[in-house]
């Protein structure tokens, strides 16, 4: 009896740190993401623009995670759920980057929080996982929050504007297509999905 009360005060102290855990990782994403258009438009104005900027950075960062994930190729081999996390992950970032740089930032980040209604379509598509009210709750949240943003005086369809507007809502799309392909690659260790 007394094991099992030991036990299962490490196991309510392990939920408790990753609970932690989690919530400063989300928390950090969203500081990051929410931020890292300044630096790319510094490095705009220095003369460092369009996809070089982020082959530059993301080339530094893939570099830094080889110390942290040295061992992130053990058991890797070709697999079609690996190509679809790096072409979705390249494009919601190279997406991302190119629209903050050059395009009014609100809007871009606005267009790109849209992901959950992406994640919500793609997770019943890709996994079969069907629509709760909690889901049709966010599409129709997404679907509102979009309207307000793009509609104008004048406009009978709510659409994005330009070139950074069309690039937002890609990136959110690549994001929301990135989420689901992880869930679906489960069998992939979270090093090498980050690494790819």
Known sequence: MAERQVVG???????????????????AGALIW??????????????????????????MAFVFGLAFFRRWR??????????GLALAASGCNLGYVLA????????????FYLAPLWTVFLAHVLLGERLNRFG???VLLSLCGAATILWQP?????????????????????????NVLSRYAHDV?????SMV
């Open 74 to 83: 053990t058991g890797l081999t070709f697999s079609w759920p690996l190509v």
């Open 136 to 138: 049709a709750f966010v």
């Open 9 to 27: 005060r490490a196991d309510v102290g392990n939920t408790a740190r990753e609970r932690h855990t989690a919530i400063v990782a989300l928390v």
């Open 154 to 178: 004048g406009m009978t369809v709510p659409l994005p504007r330009g070139k950074a507007d069309w690039l937002g809502l890609g990136a959110g799309f690549s994001f929301a297509l990135f």
């Open 100 to 111: 903050t740089m050059n395009g009014v930032v609100v809007r871009v980040l606005l267009l």
């Open 34 to 59: 929410g931020l890292i258009w300044y630096p790319y438009r510094i490095l705009r104005d220095a003369g460092i623009d369009g996809i070089l900027a982020p082959t530059i950075t993301y080339a």
């Open 189 to 193: 260790s979270i090093e090498t999905k």
